[in-house]
Structure formats: C-alpha cells, structure tokens
T-cell receptor, first 112, second 114 residues
Framework: KQEVTQIPAALSVPEGENLVLNCSFT??????LQWFRQDPGKGLTSLLL?????REQTSGRLNASLDKSSGRSTLYIAASQPGDSATYLC???????????FGTGTKLQVIP | EPEVTQTPSHQVTQMGQEVILRCVPI?????FYWYRQILGQKVEFLVS????????KSEIFDDQFSVERPDGSNFTLKIRSTKLEDSAMYFC????????????FGPGTRLLVL
C-alpha cells in the first residue's frame, strides 16, 4: 500500500527566502507525482506534474524534482512571497488503476 | 479557462438521509474522480470513473456510495444513508487522460451530517 509523507508539517519563513518542501513515498512504481496547493476552505490547485520518466519540472518560481528510486520529491520555491502561504500537497498516482495517494501536506506561512 | 464546478458548496443533512453531490467536469475530459477530505486529515481517493463505469475504488467507497454520469455534463456522487463520519469536504476532479495528466479539481462540497 502506497504511503506518502511530507516533511515538515508546517513551515514559517520570512518573505524573500528560498525554501524546500519534501515528499517521500514508499512504493517507487509510480506513474506520476503531482504537487498541489490548497488554500483554506478551498479546492486544490495543481502546481506541477512530474511524469515517472522525468526528473524535474519547472514553473515560474517553482521547481519540483523526482527521484523515483529513492522515493522522494522536493518542491523548491524561490523568493517566497506572502501569497505563497498555503498548504502544499504531494500526490502520487500508482497501482494498476487511477489511484492517487495524497501526502499529509506542508502548511507554509510566508511572513511579510 | 475551463474549470470543474461543484454544487452545492455546502450541504447539511440528517444522519440516515440520502445526499447527491454534483460536479460538472471540464467539457472535453473523459476521466472523473471523487475525493474526500475529513477536517484536518489527508485528501483521500474514493473512486475513478471512465466510459460510464468505475475504474477503481478505494476501501472507503462501500455500498453506501455510488457514482453516475446521468447526462453528458454532470457527474454525481450519491451517499445512500449518511453517517456522522461522512462529514467531510468532497472534491470532484477530471482529467483528459488516464495517466500522466494533471487532474483538475473543483472547489469542493462541504458536507455536514448531523
């Protein structure tokens, strides 16, 4: 059974800092890994999708890496802004069908 | 930009009542999903749906749950006899491919069972 863990559970940084969020998963036979952002009381917004054959994806100030063999992914956020404050979720698609397993999330606060 | 919509945004119901949560996926998408998130807990996969049948379901998706695509645009989740523990945020998602594609999520329906 796939288990996804995210560290740290919460993070508070001053505006402008670069930061790294971590995600680990137990079963390396994944189809893809996706990073989402969740704002309080809201739905999930997809940030980046890394396919199993890829090692990283970039979008603006965000860079996500994937190391399937070690079961890890990182989300790097450059020059953080208060608007980046949200919960960041990592999710892996694995198994024989379209089953997505979410991580516990990292709650990020960027202080102005 | 196309988006997934869900109605209602909030629903309060009495234990034992049936509820139907509605979703309109992105129009050219073929794969549909329901997830739930109990307050303070992880987002959990419930079910995936393609070509008018369930592709995969989790242990949570028992006989109390059913999904349907009653017409060309709606995708519904029915809970036959709600329990207190069904209280959660329910998210619908859709994608245009089975693998390797982003799932787009709706804003969710917050269900409260009293």
């Amino acid at each position: 059974k796939q288990e996804v863990t995210q560290i740290p559970a919460a993070l508070s940084v001053p505006e402008g800092e670069n930061l790294v969020l971590n995600c680990s998963f137990t079963d390396s036979a994944i189809y893809n890994l996706q990073w989402f952002r969740q704002d309080p009381g809201k739905g999930l917004t997809s940030l980046l999708l890394i396919q199993s054959s890829q090692r990283e994806q970039t979008s603006g100030r965000l860079n996500a890496s994937l190391d399937k063999s070690s079961g890890r992914s990182t989300l790097y956020i450059a020059a953080s802004q208060p608007g980046d404050s949200a919960t960041y979720l990592c999710a892996v698609e694995s198994g024989g069908y379209q089953k997505v397993t979410f991580g516990t999330g990292t709650k990020l606060q960027v202080i102005p | 930009e196309p988006e997934v919509t869900q109605t209602p945004s909030h629903q309060v119901t009495q234990m034992g009542q049936e509820v139907i949560l509605r979703c309109v996926p992105i129009s050219n998408h073929l794969y549909f999903y329901w997830y739930r998130q109990i307050l303070g807990q992880k987002v959990e996969f419930l079910v995936s749906f393609y070509n008018n049948e369930i592709s995969e379901k989790s242990e949570i998706f028992d006989d109390q749950f059913s999904v349907e695509r009653p017409d060309g645009s709606n995708f519904t989740l029915k809970i036959r006899s709600t329990k207190l523990e069904d209280s959660a945020m329910y998210f619908c998602a859709s994608s245009d491919s089975r693998y390797q594609e982003t799932q787009y999520f709706g804003p969710g329906t917050r269900l409260l069972v009293l």
